[in-house]
């Protein structure tokens, strides 16, 4: 059936926080969502990404986000109304939000709503591996790492937008600096002896959410991946009470991590529509809207 009233359109300024309110209203976070006027990515993805809004009148009924970087598209939200769920709009916005994008390597994180995963593979996408967000307090009983060591960076160094290309697959300034400057973000560079193996960012402030987030990170050999985890939680609690981050469920960090008591918050299912251009076991995701 057509909804010859529905019309899907480009968001506007002032419609951020109507969207943050219907993202609330929705019950599908992985992760506690911040409360608050206008959700904490969304502005940024306003001016980096494009936001589509279905709407009956002058009423919102659903939103989607995707973010294009060098050849991917990801696609950052996609929600309905409560009211207006099961009525078509989701398929509608994706398809909208996405038909620019073919071509290009289109992947998400999906909740565990049926719905959801069956309108993203129906647009080609295959559920991959889960992601799971952790907070945690402290490493209870870890051991130092004893072969890395992370040094304070500065943020407008150019090599960090070349370490994260490599090892994020996707060239992001506009995101780094969102992540430097709004979210008073620090650079660590991970040394193994005088030789860089890696780069983290540890997020100090993210509207809404306490503790420090941890994330993007990567390292270029998957045998260092654990412990660089280790470390820059290290950096992250001594600078905040608490952590979190979202670890692929083929990370190696994540069976240390939750034997020295890191708590699951949730978890959503990485798709994609073919091979990703980063490696889950190397690569820690922002765990926010923009992966
Ligand atoms: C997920 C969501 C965006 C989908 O939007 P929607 O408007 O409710 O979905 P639609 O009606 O467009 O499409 C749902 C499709 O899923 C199908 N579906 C429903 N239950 C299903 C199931 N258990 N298995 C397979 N398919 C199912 C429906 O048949 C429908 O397809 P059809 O219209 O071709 O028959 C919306 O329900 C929502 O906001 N959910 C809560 C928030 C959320 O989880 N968002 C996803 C974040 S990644």
């Given at each position: 059936m057509t909804d010859d009233a529905l019309s899907i359109r480009r968001a506007a300024a002032a419609e951020l926080p109507a969207l943050w309110a219907l993202t609330l209203r929705t019950d599908a976070h992985a992760a506690p969502p911040a409360p608050g006027a206008c959700g904490p990515d969304l502005a940024h993805l306003y001016t980096s990404a494009e936001l589509f809004v279905a709407c009956r009148g002058a009423q919102i009924l659903g939103f989607v986000g995707v973010a294009r970087r060098d050849r991917t598209a990801f696609i950052t939200d996609l929600f309905v109304d409560p009211a207006a769920q099961s009525s078509g709009i989701g398929k509608r916005l994706l398809r909208h939000a996405?038909?620019?994008h073919h071509g290009t390597r289109r992947f998400t994180l999906s909740s565990a709503d049926p719905r959801a995963l069956a309108l993203y593979v129906r647009q080609g996408l295959q559920?991959?591996?889960?992601?799971?967000?952790?907070?945690l307090g402290r490493l209870r009983g870890a051991q130092a790492s004893p072969r890395l060591v992370a040094l304070l960076g500065r943020g407008d160094d150019p090599a960090l937008l070349d370490w994260d290309a490599r090892c994020g697959g996707r060239s992001r300034p506009a995101d780094l600096r969102y992540w430097l400057e709004a979210e008073r973000g620090v650079l660590l560079w991970l040394r193994r002896g005088a030789s860089v193996v890696g780069y983290a960012l540890v997020r100090l402030q993210r509207p809404g959410q306490p503790g420090a987030t941890v994330g993007p990170l990567g390292v270029l050999d998957a045998a260092d991946a654990?412990?660089?985890?280790?470390?820059?939680?290290?950096v992250a609690l001594e600078r905040a009470a608490e952590a979190r981050l979202m670890l692929d469920g083929a990370h190696p960090a994540l069976q240390r991590l939750l034997e020295h008591g890191a708590h699951i918050t949730g978890h959503d299912m990485l798709m994609s529509d073919g091979p990703l251009p980063f490696d889950g076991a190397r690569y820690v995701a922002s765990g926010d809207s923009l992966f």
């Open positions: 996405l038909a620019p559920p991959l591996t889960p992601q799971l967000h952790l907070r654990a412990d660089a985890v280790q470390v820059a939680l290290g």
